[in-house]
């Protein structure tokens, strides 16, 4: 304290007079909250996020009002009286089947297949000794994402058009032409282009959080490479695969504007599907009942992968502790 108040002294005037406004600041601070109503501090900061997931949930329940409402096509008003006419149409009609199979098959396969490509790519970039590697794939990996969707959808469109790149290769060698746009495969191939640097993002930090020396000690015992692979990483990295799921599939799930552009207006998702019935067809209660559809069968699987699998980066950090 001695020294303390020495060194106060010896302090310029403008120094002094901070540290008086500093100490007037703490003392009315500490009047008006006392010790116990400090520790409420780290939920008065929880409030925001209280007040967004509030606006979330009334928005839930707003759409889950909507759906139990049909549209009166005189009047163009929803219906007073409840009803789940809006989800026996889902069920009966065919088109909303094959959009609802269309959008998850499709992520189904956009999901297996961007964690089979982001795994090597994320475990090259993590692995590798060289510093000018590890900044290239970095580079590319972030590089999409200043271009934007919408920019790389077109892009697609110039690659796989009739006239494209791919096409002009192709009569270069002698072959045949391709029709690829506005097909559900060119809707996948935009799909796991643009969720393979999430993939990659959500594998990386599990990949980083295994020591080296655990590899190096299997292949010290006799193992094989693909026996350190199948037998210690990936089991290890585990929690990265479980984020990687949940992030492709559920972004995947209520992707908008790769299907609308690259499906041509033939291969929409259900997004696409809700899109239409909002602001095409203005039926409020059909697209809302898709919406609630759309939801539960995804909160439903991704709950069944946590079940399964764990909680991902969540139970890893807990272990951790």
Do not use: C
């Not at 809707?187 to 990659?200: A, D, E, S, T």
């Not at 006799?222 to 695969?241: I, S």
């Amino acid at each position: 304290m001695q020294g303390s108040n020495a060194g106060r002294a010896d302090a310029s005037p403008l120094t002094r007079a901070r540290w008086r406004l500093t100490d007037a600041a703490d003392t009315m601070l500490s009047a008006l909250f006392p010790g116990r109503a400090r520790r409420l501090t780290p939920y008065i900061f929880l409030i925001p996020a209280f007040l967004i997931v509030g606006v979330i949930v009334a928005g839930l329940f707003y759409i889950g009002d909507s759906s139990l409402r049909v549209l009166d096509r005189s009047t163009f008003l929803q219906s007073e009286d409840y009803s789940l006419e809006n989800y026996v149409n889902i069920y009966e009609r065919a088109g909303y089947r094959s959009v609802l199979f269309r959008t998850f098959s499709g992520t189904a396969i956009v999901t297996i297949t961007v964690l089979l490509l982001s795994f090597p790519y994320a475990y090259l970039m993590v692995r590798t000794q060289s510093s000018f590697l590890r900044k290239f794939l970095l580079f590319n990996l972030f590089l999409p994402f200043f271009l934007g969707q919408v920019v790389r959808a077109y892009g697609w469109l110039i690659i796989l058009g009739q006239e494209g790149l791919v096409n002009g290769i192709l009569g270069q060698l002698g072959l045949a032409n391709i029709s690829v746009l506005y097909t559900n495969t060119a809707v996948l191939i935009g799909l796991i282009q643009y969720m393979l640097p999430f993939g990659v993002l959500m594998l990386a930090p599990a990949l980083t959080a295994i020591d080296s020396d655990i590899e190096a000690a299997s292949e010290g015992l006799g193992a094989k490479w693909y026996q350190t692979l199948w037998h210690v990483v990936l089991p290890l990295a585990k929690p990265g695969f479980v984020a990687a799921t949940v992030v492709v599939f559920t972004i995947t799930l209520t992707e908008f504007a790769i299907p609308a552009i690259l499906g041509g207006g033939t291969n929409d998702y259900v997004a696409n599907a809700i899109y239409d019935a909002f602001f095409r067809v203005s039926d409020m209660g059909a697209g809302s009942a898709l919406g609630v559809v759309l939801i539960v069968i995804g909160t439903t699987l991704v709950s069944v992968l946590f079940a399964l699998m764990g909680t991902g980066t969540v139970g890893f950090l807990k272990e951790d502790k």
